[in-house]
C-alpha cells in the first residue's frame, strides 16, 4: 500500500480538494491541530481520516472527491506519479463535468453578487492538467526510431583531432 506521503504527493498534484494548499501536514488527532497552522497547509487528521483546513479562524472538513485508498491502489498498480495522476485527473473531470451538466447559478444578495469559480474554469483546468500528465508521460517513456550512428573524431591533415 501507497505511504501516506506518496498519497499526499498525488493529492497536491491533482489539486483535491481544489482549494489554494501547497502541501499536506499529517497529525494523530484533532487536539493535535496547531493553533496557529501554516499557510496554505491541508492538513490530514489521522485517526478520523478527515482533511481540515483552517479558514476563518475556524478548522473546517474539506470534502474530497477522490479517496486516499484509490489514490493508494492506484499508485501500487502504476508505481508511477504521472500514470497515477492522469488516471485521477480523469476521474475528477467526469465528476466536475456531471455537475456542470446540471447547471451553475451565481448569487445577488443586495447591492453584492457573489460569483463562485465556474465549473467551465475548473474543467478547462483539469484538463489541461491531465494534458500535462500525458506530455510528461510520453517524455519520460521516450519513442526509439531505430536509427543507429556510429560517429568518430575527423582524420584531418593524418591526424586525429
Known amino acids: 500500500m501507497a ?29 493535535a491541530l496547531p493553533v496557529t497552522p501554516i499557510a496554505q497547509t491541508l492538513y490530514f487528521v489521522a485517526d478520523i481520516k478527515e482533511y481540515q483546513l483552517y479558514e476563518d479562524g475556524a478548522w473546517a472538513r474539506q470534502d474530497i472527491v477522490v479517496s486516499n485508498d484509490r489514490i493508494g491502489v492506484l499508485y501500487d498498480l502504476y508505481a508511477d506519479y504521472n500514470k497515477v495522476a492522469q488516471k485521477l485527473v480523469g476521474d475528477l473531470l467526469v465528476y466536475y463535468g456531471q455537475i456542470a451538466a446540471m447547471g451553475y447559478k451565481s448569487t445577488a444578495n443586495g447591492s453584492e453578487t457573489f ?38 573524431k575527423p582524420n584531418i591533415g593524418g591526424m586525429d583531432l
Open 3 to 31: 505511504t501516506n506521503a506518496q498519497i499526499f504527493e498525488i493529492r497536491t498534484l491533482i489539486r483535491d480538494p481544489i482549494d489554494s494548499f501547497n502541501s499536506i501536514v499529517e497529525v494523530a488527532n484533532v487536539a
Open 115 to 152: 460569483d463562485k469559480q465556474t465549473l467551465s474554469d475548473i474543467l478547462a483546468f483539469y484538463r489541461s492538467l491531465r494534458d500535462s500528465f500525458k506530455e510528461e508521460s510520453a517524455e519520460s517513456s521516450g519513442s526509439s526510431t531505430g536509427f543507429y550512428a556510429v560517429t568518430k
